[in-house]
């Protein structure tokens, strides 16, 4: 009677939703990371481009911590924490990715060409 | 005679969808902040049956009255439920009223989905200014596609046993 058809559980624009939020999830921009942000203990300490290889020595709260910087990849070598979670996380690359010790209060971060406002 | 039925439907419609609201949220979840989303529900037949005033007056009482028995009132999560009720209701009417080809299952997932964006926004925006959106925007869009679909095939079934009881009828 009332526009009946219009309540069949299944129509055309609700298969294209689907698909269309599939398609948003697999193909999000993740960006490439620009510069990598080394903080101990909530303060910045150093800020290094992606693109140098490089290795630092952070002193953390507990022990000096080497950071590996290669290839446009970021990872912590090794960090006298007990647990190595940090370690195991490996590399990381893309922008608003991080890695976080938490025993020893180094916070490595990933940031796009603009800082934003905790960087500034 | 109208107006009662209407007046009836309007307060189980909000007393269900305030209960599952405080039921849902003391469920542990594996991702922090992710819910079934079950009060959207009656949000979508409240849209369906009573239209958008009553829609968004489902929405307020829930997100207040639900926060003031959770006791977080105007806390940050309260300003999230909140927001993302509003504007998904909102959207939901849009898609309602403009005759796209959409049926219960697809208004439902694009309220789910605007409900998640719209809190993924502020978070990103206003509270914690440092997390890179695109970085965490997969596995809630994702986990809203899932809850969305699900409150969809609920709707429908909870829409094809009250649609012969009840003669008014935004459609």
């Known amino acids: 009677m009332r526009q009946e058809s219009r309540f069949r559980p299944l129509k055309i624009g609700d298969i294209l939703i ?39 020595i952070v002193n953390g709260k507990i022990g000096p911590a080497k950071v590996e910087i290669r290839d446009g990849k970021v990872r912590i070598l090794n960090s006298p924490c007990p647990l190595k979670i940090c370690e195991n996380k490996g590399w990381i690359s893309k922008k608003g990715d991080f890695i976080i010790c938490v025993p020893n209060r180094v916070i490595i971060k990933i940031e796009g060409r603009k800082y934003d406002a905790i960087t500034e | 005679m109208q107006s009662l039925n209407k007046i009836a439907y309007l307060s189980v419609f909000t007393a269900v969808s305030i209960s599952l609201f405080v039921v849902e949220s003391l469920f542990p979840t594996p991702i922090p902040g992710v819910r079934l989303g079950l009060a ?75 409900h998640v964006i719209t809190q993924l926004f502020l978070a990103v925006f206003i509270f914690l200014p440092g997390v890179s959106f695109f970085y965490i925007a997969p596995i809630y869009i994702l986990s809203s596609l899932i809850t969305g679909s699900l409150v969809g095939a609920l709707t429908y079934l909870i829409f094809s046993k009250i649609k012969g009881r009840y003669n008014f009828c935004l459609f």
């Open chain 1, 18 to 56: 689907i698909i269309f939020f599939l398609f948003f999830i697999f193909f999000l921009p993740k960006k490439q990371g620009e510069k990598v942000i080394i903080s101990v203990d909530k303060t910045i300490n150093f800020v290094y481009p992606l693109n140098q290889n490089k290795e630092i």
């Open chain 2, 40 to 114: 959207n529900i009656f949000i979508l037949l409240a849209l369906i049956f009573l239209g958008l005033k009553e829609a968004i007056f489902i929405g307020l009482l829930k997100s207040i009255v639900g926060s003031l028995i959770l006791a977080r009132l105007f806390t940050p999560s309260f300003i999230f439920s909140i927001s993302g009720t509003l504007v998904s209701t909102f959207i939901m009417w849009i898609i309602i009223k403009s005759h796209l080809p959409f049926s219960l299952l697809g208004i439902s997932i694009v309220g789910a989905e605007t």
